[in-house]
């Protein structure tokens, strides 16, 4: 037998941005490359691929995951959000996407989406953090343009906002 013929590929079925979805994919494969393989997901971003950069990261029922060390096969009957799914009906921007343009907190941009889903998570969270705690929970990404106060500045001021209107 092949190598080609050793492959395995299993049903995958999730809602993904919304919409149910379903998928034949290799077994080994990474969440990353489903999304960006199978459904032209390209805010999800390569970079490190072994789970240190956050370029990645998407929102798993909520959570916030590295998706290049998350097996595709794993997200069967699980919710995906990626950056694609946060505009409104009509391709307007969130709040958290207007804030980085607003805080120039994009430069290249490639660690971008990574670092908005963490944001997504954080403000869906609806507590109120610290600026260091905040520093923190975005510790999980490099961006190399160096951006970091920037991009926490979008984050805290898209946090005061919900909160504000939560009131
Ligand atoms: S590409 Fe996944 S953490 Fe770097
Ligand atoms: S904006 Fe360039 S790596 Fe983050």
Redesign the pocket.
């Known amino acids: 037998m092949s190598k080609e013929q050793n492959i395995q590929y299993k049903l995958v079925r999730c809602k993904i941005n919304g919409v149910m979805k379903e998928t034949m994919v290799d077994v080994r494969a990474s969440l990353t490359d489903m999304l960006r393989g199978e459904y032209q997901l390209n805010s999800v971003k390569k970079g490190c691929e072994v789970g240190e950069c956050g370029a990645c990261n998407v929102l798993i029922d909520g959570e916030c995951y590295n998706s290049c060390i998350y097996l595709a096969v794993w997200a069967d009957g699980k919710e995906i959000r990626t950056v694609e799914g946060l505009m409104g009906e009509n391709g307007e921007l969130s709040d958290i996407q207007q804030a980085f343009i607003d805080e120039a907190?994009?430069?290249?941009?490639?660690?971008?989406p990574g670092?908005i889903m963490s944001a997504v998570e954080i403000l869906e969270s609806g507590k109120e953090y610290t600026r260091e705690e905040l520093r923190k929970l975005l510790s999980g990404h490099?961006?190399?343009?160096t951006?970091y106060e920037n991009i926490l500045n979008a984050v805290e001021k898209t946090m005061q906002k919900r909160l504000k209107k939560e009131l």
């Open positions: 907190a994009v430069q290249c941009g490639f660690c971008t670092i490099l961006c190399r343009c951006g």
